[in-house]
């Protein structure tokens, strides 16, 4: 057995998620179908970093597996691609140490949200931002996203459908700028984990504040009272991108 690490990115938009569901179209289930059929019927198993949900893309979704096998990196890269659907990219593969685990071996993740900004929906960013039809106050989320930096409890940002308990997490870094020549909000969100759901919710809070119809400061205020129906709003997830994992 070889132990690899790879690192690929997809269009989230026709996938059911990352997570292999049963009769449904998932990013782990196509690539161990892939490597299984590359093993001549070995089953092969991968791990991920994390679970995207359906529609969420990866710039740089990590995975490490076990091969029965040795195949130069590079060879199963060419020979991994060459099976691949169209919304599926390998970037890299390594050798990996037996101890290399993508999910808990990781010590942080960081995520970007693209809203579109417009009062109507550009029919060409719908599968790939979020979209805002109102008007919103760039240097306000700036200064309010600067109250995410640290270590809180997120209970008020996480989905009901997640099953950790708990919701402490460290947020090292949280950005939002303008692209003009887009008419986009960029913003992200760098930290040592996230809950299910937790930075579409940020998102959509953001927003909120940005237009003035949140305090400037209702991250804080949100912390406090954790409650998820406080936040109210989830970006959609065709905004989100797994950008890098972190090790």
Known sequence: MQHYRLT??????????????????????????????????????????GRTDSGVHALGQVVSFDYPGNIPPQNMLMGLNSMMPLDILIKDVQYADPEFHARYSAKGKRYMYRVALGKYTNPFKRLYTGHYAYSVDVDRIQTALKDLVGTHDFTSFAAS???????????????????????????EFYGNGFLYNMVRILVATALEIGNGRRDLHDFIRLFEVKDRQQARGTAPASGLYLKEVYY
Do not use: W
Request: glycine share 10%; proline share 3%.
């Open 161 to 187: 459908g997640g099953v950790i308990e708990d919701k402490v997490r460290t947020i090292y870094e949280a950005t939002c700028r303008y692209d003009a020549d887009n008419n986009e909000l960029i913003m």
């Open 8 to 49: 690929l990115e997809y269009d989230g938009t026709k996938f059911a998620g990352y997570q292999v569901q049963p009769e449904q179209r998932t990013v782990q289930g196509v690539l161990q179908k892939a490597l299984t059929k590359m093993a001549k019927g070995t089953p092969v198993h991968i791990d991920g970093s």
